[in-house]
């Protein structure tokens, strides 16, 4: 079957895709604990249990963000640039997971108040709107984005300030770039490694063409591509590192038809991407358009299960192998049926979404570490910094267990999953119809391949230069 161009509106529609480590320091805990199952304040722990009663002291040091009533939580999201249709989701399942909080009782007492601030994906507007939150919140439950967390990195150490990254760039577990930054999942690099690996060994891939957009994004994916392909004796077919130009508000779908032609004249097995939704669909179905008939596959911010809504949903069916930081919705795990009941509940006309997930585990990052502070006596932006290096929060397999203490190598994520698109079980319905699914079938997960058990981390993949 041949493919045509996408239409702009199409391309337009498919405008969302994405795209460290807690400061040292320790707090004694205090030895005055208050015992009893009824004691106040117990709350509702990651995956919407109760938290063991009884684990909070008499009395707990506050400072900027917590009162004796409140937790004021942040957000840097991007609502209304390039990638809002991803991320107004992820800030959805934020608030739907706080509100089951505060009604299981808040943190310590205290009743969860978000700010969130639209960043618009632009790293000068995250400086300005950092700058309105640095005074007023406890912790940053997500930042959009590689640079425009990049720019408040060291501002974060100066202010005790801890922030969880929309980003997975593979510099956040080095204390010099990340060290109040507290990454979540693996990165772009080892996300890759794993990709190339598993579609090696069980799709028999032994050449590859990589196309990419600049920067860290983009320069982190191809790091760990040419790692896999070096170490495992592929052949490069075609180096289009960096050479996707990404959409932007002045020119939303920019000429791909150079590096079409080169993906279609490498005739190779595997097309590895580190660009976004709309521009992997107009590549695609260029490149098919004319004759190509390789697979495809790339870090997760390339894809999005909204692609099935489009005329290119039987090549993605056909062709595409899709790589994830998490599970997909509607996975069978032990912590996915407490995400499915509170949407369900709380957000009933929101359609099924797979990064429902991200804002659920990213919230369930935040709680563990205010939680983990509070039992510690010390809810001061100190107090949370150093307990973002005590805890290690277990994500009922929505995505794989996680920790921040001790030395990077020992703690980096290195597992990744693996799925297949299936565009005959793609249903985008309401939650408040029950079921949907957003078409994708679990292969293999959490996957950690050869190379990314072997990988000795000593810095990010990439470092972007100037």
């Keep these: 079957m041949k493919y045509k161009w996408l239409t702009a509106a199409v391309a337009a529609s498919l405008g969302l895709a994405a795209a460290g480590n807690a400061g040292a320091g320790t707090t004694e805990p205090p030895s005055d604990t208050t015992a009893g199952s009824d004691a106040p304040g117990a709350s509702a722990a990651p995956g919407g249990s109760e938290a063991p009663a009884g684990t909070y002291p008499a009395e707990i040091a506050t400072d900027i963000g917590v009162t004796d009533d409140t937790i004021t939580i942040g957000m840097l999201a991007d609502l209304s640039g390039a990638f809002s249709g991803l991320v107004t989701e992820i800030v959805a399942a934020q608030e739907v997971y706080w509100d089951m909080v505060n009604d299981n009782g808040g943190i310590a007492g205290r009743q969860v108040e978000l700010v969130i601030e639209d960043n618009e994906y632009n790293v000068e507007v995250q400086q300005q709107k950092y700058d309105a939150l640095r005074e007023e919140v406890a912790i940053i439950s997500q930042s959009t984005g590689s640079p425009h967390t990049a720019s408040i990195a060291a501002d974060l ?20 770039i990340g060290q109040n930054v507290l990454e979540s999942y693996t990165s772009y690099c080892v996300e890759s490694m794993n990709g190339i690996e598993w579609l090696n060994k069980n799709r028999d891939v032994q050449t590859v063409a990589l196309i990419s957009f600049p920067g860290e994004f983009g320069g982190d994916g191809d790091a760990g591509a040419r790692h896999a392909i070096e170490d495992l004796g ?28 080169q993906v279609v004249a490498s005739e190779a097995d595997l097309v590895w991407t580190t660009i976004n939704p709309a521009t992997l669909a107009s590549i695609m179905a260029g490149a098919v358009g004319q004759g190509f008939t390789g697979l495809w ?12 809504g489009t005329e290119v949903a039987a090549l993605l069916d056909e062709y595409y192998i899709q790589s994830t930081y998490t599970v997909t919705w509607g996975t069978d795990v032990p912590g996915m049926q407490a995400v499915v009941d509170e949407m369900t509940a709380r957000a009933p ?59 990077p190598n020992d703690f980096i994520v290195r597992e990744s999953f693996l ?48």
Excluded: H
């Excluded at 150490?157 to 577990?173: K, M, Q, R």
């Excluded at 596959?297 to 099935?308: A, I, W």
């Excluded at 797979?354 to 935040?366: F, K």
């Design 234 to 261: 592929l052949e490069l077919v075609y180096d289009g590192a960096g050479q996707v130009t990404p959409p932007s508000a002045e020119n939303p779908n920019p000429d791909q038809s150079g590096v079409i032609s």
């Design 349 to 407: 006309d929101l359609v099924v979404s797979d990064v429902y997930i991200v804002g659920w585990t990213e919230a369930m990052i935040t709680q563990e570490v205010l939680e983990q502070a509070a039992m510690n006596g010390d809810m001061t932006r100190a107090g949370i910094v150093a307990a973002g290096n005590e805890v290690t929060v277990d994500f009922g397999g929505l995505a794989p267990t996680q920790t921040w203490s001790g030395d």
């Design 419 to 466: 799925y297949d698109v299936n565009v005959a079980d793609y249903n985008p319905v309401a939650l408040s119809e029950g079921g949907g699914s957003t078409g994708s079938d679990l292969l293999e997960g959490p996957y950690t391949g050869d190379l990314a058990a072997a990988y000795a981390y000593d810095g990010p993949c990439f470092a972007p230069t100037g």
């Design 157 to 176: 150490v100066e202010d005790n300030l801890l922030a969880i990254p929309l980003s997975w760039y593979s510099g956040w577990p080095d204390p010099e």
């Design 297 to 308: 596959s790339g870090n997760s911010p390339s894809y999005s299960y909204k692609m099935l």
